[in-house]
T-cell receptor
Framework: AQKVTQAQTEISVVEKEDVTLDCVYE???????LFWYKQPPSGELVFLIR??????QNEISGRYSWNFQKSTSSFNFTITASQVVDSAVYFC?????????????FGKGTKLSVIP | GAGVSQSPSNKVTEKGKDVELRCDPI?????LYWYRQSLGQGLEFLIY????????KSGLPSDRFSAERTGGSVSTLTIQRTQQEDSAVYLC???????????FGPGTRLLVL
């Protein structure tokens, strides 16, 4: 069975601080994707990134960066110079795995509050 | 291109009434998913469509819930005889294929009084 663990339930930071959201996963697949989604107060789940397990290079997109470490089964997400608009719940997820599996396996989410 | 759309955005209904929630996926996406998110909770998978067929309906929480997808596009989730515990945000997602990136709609916030 697949599992995603986001140990940080809630994090508060002051604007302009850097913050890292942790994600640890379990899967029996040898190749797989990993995802991060953002859910702002409006409620919509916004896709942020998809990472293939083949590629362990860090990814950077503006103030966002992702550190994928297959050896420790972690896919951490860092926001640099946080802004109030970053306040949201962030979910890490694995895709469906195996026959009869259709849904994303989500972590429980980390609620990030950026204080002005 | 347009993203996933859902209607209505909000729905308030009385206990015992039936409701229909609609999802219009991204054009060309063959896979469509329904999830439910209760207040402060994680996402609960409800049902998946590949084309028009739903291979597995076991995620639906009760026989009051049903879903269909017509023409490989629009999907409707129907809840009969609504109960207060059905109050939640119902999220629809679509993807090109089963393991590809799922893109979510804005959700329908259902409140059963």
């Amino acid at each position: 069975a697949q599992k995603v663990t986001q140990a940080q339930t809630e994090i508060s930071v002051v604007e302009k601080e850097d913050v890292t959201l942790d994600c640890v996963y379990e899967t029996r697949d040898t190749t797989y994707y990993l995802f991060w989604y953002k859910q702002p107060p409006s409620g919509e789940l916004v896709f942020l990134i998809r990472r293939n397990s083949f590629d362990e290079q860090n990814e950077i997109s503006g103030r966002y960066s992702w550190n994928f470490q297959k050896s420790t089964s972690s896919f951490n997400f860092t926001i640099t110079a946080s802004q109030v608009v970053d306040s949201a719940v962030y979910f890490c997820a694995l895709p469906p795995s195996g026959a009869g599996s259709y849904q994303l396996t989500f972590g429980k989410g980390t609620k990030l509050s950026v204080i002005p | 291109g347009a993203g996933v759309s859902q209607s209505p955005s909000n729905k308030v209904t009385e206990k015992g009434k039936d409701v229909e929630l609609r999802c219009d996926p991204i054009s060309g996406h063959t896979a469509l998913y329904w999830y439910r998110q209760s207040l402060g909770q994680g996402l609960e998978f409800l049902i998946y469509f590949q084309g028009n067929s739903a291979p597995d309906k076991s995620g639906l929480p009760s026989d009051r819930f049903s879903a269909e997808r017509t023409g490989g596009s629009v999907s409707t989730l129907t809840i009969q005889r609504t109960q207060q515990e059905d109050s939640a945000v119902y999220l629809c997602a679509s993807s090109l294929r089963r393991v590809e990136t799922q893109y979510f709609g804005p959700g329908t916030r259902l409140l059963v009084l």
